[in-house]
């Protein structure tokens, strides 16, 4: 078997790649560069020089040829090598008529418990949304922050004692509303410098948080580990690295409880075991990053399958506006505001009561909805970063 074609598919705000092979197998895969998929698909057409002719089921060592061909790393090459790694591994498991998990060891587990995206402009928002989703069954929510999604282009001010205070105090809310039936994973999207994250932390402990997500910047791990030394909240920090490297040094420094690799930008399914098996001998859980579409949940359900140290998998919800859009822009801009990441494929990999069951179809178990390009065209992205009200950046 080999590779005769490699297409590149931008399809509303993602980016899919589809490996063609000369037996009529097709795998599929996506890119987690999601503010840059116009570079991370330039990245693509370079791999291609090379893939085309090559057998599929060499995985290991085409990641190792990628990974290593010129040197370079970062979020758009690593996107890249992650969308073909996961698509190679599709076409896998459909050469062999398994699902894809069943290549990496089979099944640790039958069902992988999911935490569900809750957002609001205000506490009253954010509590009744909470409550919503334990009413529908979840048991884990997660991007769930105490600073509000405000809007970015809204100037930002608060004195410390209101930022901290008020934090603590809306923590204090979800858990009263919601009670302990109910896992809150608080995100902090890195806003907060260690002396702030160690207070807030601190404030926030008796509210009993699941972990506590990217409470500083991740450029520095030092700053990572010393607001691990100073709480009793679990950490969980990974999404905007790209190599197990890293994730081995932050678990060297004791700075990281929960890993949170994304497998659309860390390195494809084999980048995420390689973390996986790396975090398992330190103790540490797996909390896959996942604000994608339905291809990024299967190829992450792969990882949840057949890992023995998986927590929890980030679910977005295939059937409202996309997670970065809802984040990211504050609401949609584009043409087709009803819109959800549920169209991009034939069919969605199915949430009940807060878990999703490991599926028996071959490869990752997903496909591509037909003409999703040119029902839902690809646009560029428009940078809008939050400042403050004295017109310096603000980390949102």
């Known amino acids: 078997m080999k ?86 591994w599709d076409i896998a498991g459909k050469f062999l ?41 979840f048991t884990a929510v997660g991007h769930l922050t ?48 260690p002396a702030e994250a160690i207070a807030l932390a601190r404030g926030i402990e008796k509210y009993h948080p699941f972990f506590i997500e990217d409470p500083t910047t991740p450029d520095n791990f030092d700053s990572m580990a010393l607001i691990a030394q100073h709480i009793n909240i679990p950490i969980a920090t990974g999404e905007r690295l790209h190599t197990p490297q890293e994730f081995t040094q932050l678990l060297n420094k004791n700075a990281v409880h929960y890993v949170r690799p994304d497998v659309c ?11 996986a098996a790396i975090a398992e001998a330190y103790d540490a859980m797996v909390v896959p990053h996942n604000p994608l579409s339905p291809v990024s949940t299967a190829a992450c359900i792969q990882i949840a399958a057949s890992i023995p140290n998986f927590a929890l998998q980030e679910y977005a919800g295939d059937d409202r506006t996309s997670a970065t859009e809802r984040f990211i822009l504050g609401k949609p801009d584009n043409n087709d505001p009803s819109f959800s990441p549920g169209d991009v494929v034939k069919q969605t990999l199915k949430c009940e009561n807060g878990f999703i069951k490991i599926p028996e179809t071959s490869g990752i178990g997903v496909e591509l909805a037909k003409n999703v390009e040119e029902k839902f065209p690809y646009y560029r992205r428009k940078i809008e970063t939050r400042l403050h009200i004295d017109g310096s950046v603000v980390d949102q």
């Open 265 to 275: 930008m860390c390195g494809g399914i084999t980048g995420a075991k390689k973390i």
């Open 97 to 137: 008529n398994v699902p894809t998990y069943q290549l990496l060891g089979g099944k640790c587990r039958d069902k992988a418990r999911v935490y569900y995206h809750v957002e609001g402009q205000t506490t009253k928002e954010l509590v009744s949304n909470l409550v919503e989703a334990k009413k529908r069954g």
């Open 146 to 193: 105490p600073f509000l999604d405000e809007d970015r282009s809204v100037p930002y001010f608060e004195t410390y004692a209101q930022k901290i205070g008020n934090a603590i105090d809306r923590v204090r809310r979800y858990r009263e509303a919601v009670g302990d039936g109910i896992d809150l994973c608080i995100e902090i999207h890195r806003r907060l410098k």
């Open 3 to 88: 590779i005769t074609d490699i297409k590149i598919i931008p399809v509303n705000r993602f980016l899919f790649v589809e490996v063609h092979t000369d037996e009529g197998i097709v795998g599929l895969g996506e890119s987690g560069c999601w503010g840059f998929l116009d570079a991370s698909a330039e990245a693509v057409k370079t791999f291609k020089t090379y893939l085309i002719g090559q057998d599929p089921l060499k995985i290991e060592h085409h990641w190792q040829y990628m990974y290593r061909c010129f040197h370079f790393r970062g979020a758009a090459i690593m996107g890249a090598l992650s969308a073909i790694d996961i698509a190679l």
